[in-house]
């Protein structure tokens, strides 16, 4: 790396995609003249840092992890969602609850979960022990469905996917879900795909991953924003 002068500043190391570093360090920056990218060298592998449509203006860009360890039947996700980013995706792994549940997400205002309007879901679900699509729906308060199936075999691992399109705006928030699992009590394995809403026009900084009243909770929860241009 160095510096020319004042009107051009800094200027890393120069190659192409086909002559990278051999020995390369952690930290060390070069710019590939045939594909005008920035890389970093990470201490495993190069990392793309700038330029191109890739980095400009898509992809997913991690915010923050969660985790429940099976002593509460909720767990909040505090101020995740911002004027940052439109659309996120929610990442549940490893689920479980202590009594057969299913998993709900209430939105936050602060630390308060909004209760007040309809959350509206519906799936359709696939299990390995059943000859037909199962199907399920409803409007209530309780909250927006996950994409996972009912727990019938308790402490069962399961994961799932949720994006939520819009929460941060003050329009009605919706939901788009998956989740799998593996009920080993009963040698099945589900597979759900989800859908929801939040039909208040509300502004919401965050997110309630909750089970029942004392149905204790397990779960890692990741949360990504949509990069937009």
């Not at 549940?101 to 679900?125: E, F």
């Not at 994409?147 to 919706?174: C, I, Q, W």
Request: aromatic share 12%.
């Amino acid at each position: 790396m160095a510096i020319s002068n004042n009107s051009t500043g800094l200027r890393p190391g120069v190659c192409t995609s086909s002559t990278r570093p051999t020995a390369p360090y952690e930290g060390q920056h070069i710019y590939e003249t045939d594909t005008d990218l920035t890389y970093v060298w990470g201490g495993s592998a190069w990392q793309q840092v700038s330029g191109g449509t890739a980095v400009g203006n898509s992809g997913l860009v991690y915010i923050t992890t969660a985790t429940a360890s099976g002593t509460s039947s909720i767990l909040n996700v505090v101020g995740c969602f911002s004027s940052l980013y439109t659309d996120y995706r929610i990442i549940l792994s490893g689920t479980s609850t202590s009594t057969a549940d299913d998993i709900y997400i209430r939105m936050l205002n602060g630390s308060t979960p909004v209760t007040t309007g309809t959350y509206g879901w519906a799936y359709l679900g696939y299990s390995s022990r059943a000859t037909a699509p199962h199907t399920n729906g409803y409007d209530q308060t309780a909250g927006a469905y996950t994409g996972m199936s009912t727990f019938n075999a308790p402490n069962e691992k399961h994961h799932s996917k949720l994006d939520v399109m819009s929460p941060y705006l003050a329009v009605r928030t919706y939901f788009l879900g998956q989740g799998v699992g593996l009920n080993s009590g009963l040698n099945a394995f589900n597979f759900l795909n989800g859908g929801g809403y939040q039909e208040s026009a509300t502004s919401f900084d965050g997110f309630q991953v909750r089970a029942n009243a004392g149905y204790n909770l397990t779960t890692t929860v990741r949360v990504y924003g949509y990069r937009q241009a």
